[in-house]
């Protein structure tokens, strides 16, 4: 019997064709009744960029990962229990933070912000992973 469930599985080499890589990876792992979700950003699942230059919208494409992740793991935003949030820029915070808050207002995450040097493409301001769980009743 497994111990785990991984979703969404992909390749490096597809995800990240500029750069010489050949990682497998999977979008979301579900272990028990916890998720844990690979760092989103502001690409759709077919690649595309949304918000070129803008972190709020970057952010707004990374939460409807998150959501549609969830979903298909059986669970949803009001189940998630920690955020980790990486901004490439401190002026984006206000912008990334307010988008984020409306997708989860009353669900009080425990959260972790960090201002980083960059991110694995030049393009991308802004990436949030998250851990979530199912609810027993759910599992």
């Given amino acids: ?3 785990h469930t991984r979703i969404r599985m992909f390749n490096t080499k597809e995800t990240y064709p500029n750069q010489s890589l050949d ?5 979301a792992v579900v272990a028990g009744n916890t998720v844990y979700v ?3 950003v502001g690409t759709d699942f077919d690649g595309n960029l949304i918000g070129l230059g803008n972190p709020q919208a970057q952010a707004e494409q990374a939460m409807k990962n998150i959501k549609l992740l969830l979903e298909e793991c059986g669970s949803n935003l009001t189940h998630i229990v920690k955020t980790t949030t990486y901004i490439t820029d ?6 990334v933070y307010k988008e984020v808050g409306k997708w ?3 669900v009080y995450p425990i959260s972790t912000g960090l201002v980083v040097a960059g991110l694995a493409q030049p393009e991308w301001l802004m990436e949030i992973d998250v851990i979530a769980v199912i609810p027993e009743s759910d599992v």
């Fill in 90 to 95: 401190p002026r984006f915070r206000e912008p």
């Fill in 23 to 27: 990682n497998d990876l999977c979008q």
């Fill in 38 to 40: 690979r760092g989103q």
């Fill in 104 to 106: 989860l207002k009353g």
């Fill in 1 to 3: 019997m497994p111990t």
